[in-house]
């Protein structure tokens, strides 16, 4: 979709700090996180929503989710994570994404966008 920012971060015209890749999805970190490591994975072809995307590729997503939610808890000391998807009115950007946020219980680190991209990679 020409006016998607997802699709242009897919296409790379937009810059990301990519964790993940394949041919079926991306997963990057997200410009303004709600805590440390807070990643967005994405479908590559533009989806809108739960209502729209095929089982297949959503099945992908969240297997890709269980195994960036390990690298999450073991390189950034993660205690939890959770999953998000929004849709409708709740959804900022109009292409489907998991937000995958890490809790953490003692106050985390101040680290910036591209040494956690470092750490994860």
Known sequence: MKDCIF???INNEIKSY???????????????PKSMGHTLIVPKK???DLNDIDMKTL????EKAKILQKT???KLEADGLVLMQN????QEVKHFHLHLIPEYKN?????ALE???TILT
């Open 7 to 9: 699709c242009k971060i």
């Open 18 to 32: 990519k964790v993940y890749e394949d041919d079926i999805v991306l997963a990057f970190l997200d410009l303004f």
């Open 46 to 48: 533009h989806v809108t």
């Open 59 to 62: 099945n992908h997503i969240f």
């Open 72 to 74: 999450i808890y073991e």
């Open 87 to 90: 849709n409708g009115s709740a």
């Open 107 to 111: 106050k985390q680190k101040n680290i």
């Open 115 to 117: 040494e956690i991209h």
